[in-house]
């Protein structure tokens, strides 16, 4: 799994095995998937050695849904990737807010892994309510 020509890094969230003490890993398209769900939910300053890394969707919470604020979020959406997701070329961005009242908007990206030009997609839900159902 180390030597994954797509790239091996550590799982989200880390695991850790606790008879090894190893980290646990994920590789090839698992990876990159995961890479996109961390670049999604960061907030740009977080990484303090990388401050830009990150979308700040959470800024959005309150915006309007039209076309223009879909739009934009698109946008911030493929310029992270542009900068900090080079095995991947996005293809298409949607974003569906068809669940909009109960809190949830969905982001379909559409990309090709440069590499292997396999095509995916990843859902990542984008939820406008704080979660409620804490136990």
């Known amino acids: 799994m180390a030597d994954s020509f797509l790239g091996t890094g550590w799982s989200f969230p880390p695991q850790f095995n ?3 003490g ?13 890479s996109l769900q961390i670049l999604l939910s960061t907030r740009k300053g977080e990484r303090v050695m990388l401050p ?14 039209n076309t223009t604020f879909k739009t934009h979020m698109a946008e911030m959406i493929t310029t992270a990737i542009l900068y ?5 070329d996005v293809e298409n961005i949607t974003i569906d807010d068809s669940r909009d009242a109960d809190g949830v908007i ?30």
């Open 52 to 65: 830009d890394y990150g979308c700040n969707l959470d800024d959005m919470v309150f915006e309007p849904m």
């Open 18 to 20: 606790s008879f090894s």
């Open 84 to 88: 900090y997701e080079a095995r991947i």
């Open 106 to 135: 969905l982001i379909v990206l559409e990309y090709v892994i440069s590499a292997t030009n396999s095509r995916f997609n990843f859902v990542y839900p984008f939820y406008k309510n704080e979660g409620t159902e804490i136990r």
């Open 22 to 34: 190893e980290v646990a890993l994920t590789s090839d398209e698992l990876d990159i998937q995961r």
